[in-house]
């Protein structure tokens, strides 16, 4: 089983930006495919990057990219979400995501391990 846990969620202006972390546990977690997805009050949930098994490639929603960067350090286990730029429209709570198999197309679609989720806040 693979444990996921986030932070960095925060409020912040337009225009401005934050980075999200995502620890992982697990016996061979720098191989899944990671990423974040994010849910709006009153909408479903929305994909928003994904990154590779050792970060070997990348995948982004059309809302964000250009403006989000995923990363990951290996070492540590840890996958970010760099996010610059931030609208309104990007206020959700952001969720850290796993999958043993999925590579980031895919996964963009389907997933198998959650983090709990973390607020951000973009105000106008």
């Known amino acids: 089983q693979v444990q996921l846990v986030e932070s960095g969620g925060g409020l912040v202006q337009a225009g401005g930006s934050l980075k999200l972390s995502c620890a992982a546990s697990?016996?061979?977690?720098?191989?899944?495919?990671m990423g974040w997805f994010r849910r709006a009050p009153g909408k479903e949930r929305e994909f928003v990057a994904a990154?590779?098994?050792?970060?070997?490639?990348?995948y982004y929603a059309d809302s964000v990219k250009d403006r989000f960067t995923i990363s990951r350090d290996i070492a540590r286990r840890t996958v970010y979400l760099q996010m610059s730029s931030l609208k309104p429209e990007d206020t959700a709570v952001y969720f850290c995501?796993?999958?043993?198999?999925?590579?980031?197309?895919?996964?963009?679609?389907?997933?198998?391990?959650w983090g709990q989720g973390t607020q951000v806040t973009v105000s106008s």
């Open positions: 995501a796993a999958d043993p198999k999925r590579g980031p197309l895919e996964f963009s679609r389907s997933c198998d391990y």
């Open positions: 990154i590779a098994g050792f970060g070997w490639t990348t």
């Open positions: 697990g016996r061979t977690v720098s191989s899944y495919t």
